[in-house]
């Protein structure tokens, strides 16, 4: 099975509540948040499937339309690949905030649609985003989280991280230390059985 990190949109890859942006409703609305394409490349060397999944409840309430956001997604998508990064699909919930759907975060409907899709180990995952929410739903699916906020705040997520890119190079620490413990034990198991082989003969 395949390992993934799904991955929040707004405040995570692109820009909200800034000075230039409020909320992305529109493709001009889209800006790239500094690193936020090299964070995907990092994640991509580890071998990592790359999945967006979003909230959009604006749609349900009327604040936008649907063919909005897909021209909003396919903006990002350009925007990525001009950098060399890229997405391998994309899940929305469009329904509005207190409609009660299985897919809105922090309910783990999306993340459990696209693992079902596509093959996903959610054990060997992880999701990030900079809600509690994106929280709550990752650990309810059953991957590990990383909270994008600053450090020193309150979260239940596994690690805190400052931005996309500092969390790409915690997992690739976390893949580093994984492997070297894997290496480790191995090596432990070679010398028991060449201690067993030696007093048996």
Known sequence: MTKAVFLDRDGVLNEVKTKRVRFVNRPLDLHLLPGSAEGLRILRTQGY?????????????????????????????????????????????????KAGCACRKPKPGMLLRLAEKHG????????????????????????????????????????????????????????????????TEGGQEEEEAGERDDGGS
């Open 49 to 97: 499937a790359l999945y967006l999944v979003t909230n959009q409840g604006g749609i349900g309430l009327g604040f936008m339309k649907e063919t909005s956001l897909i021209e909003v997604h396919i903006r990002l998508l350009k925007l990525l690949q001009a950098e060399g990064a890229a997405l391998d699909d994309i899940a929305y919930c469009p329904h509005r905030p």
């Open 120 to 183: 996903i180990d959610l054990a060997s995952s992880w999701t990030i985003g900079d809600m509690e929410t994106d929280v709550a739903a990752g650990a309810a699916a059953g991957t590990r989280t990383i909270r994008i906020g600053k450090a020193g705040e309150e979260t239940k997520a596994d690690a805190l991280a400052p931005s996309l890119l500092e969390a790409a190079r915690q997992i690739a620490a976390a893949e580093k230390d994984g492997e070297a413990d894997q290496e």
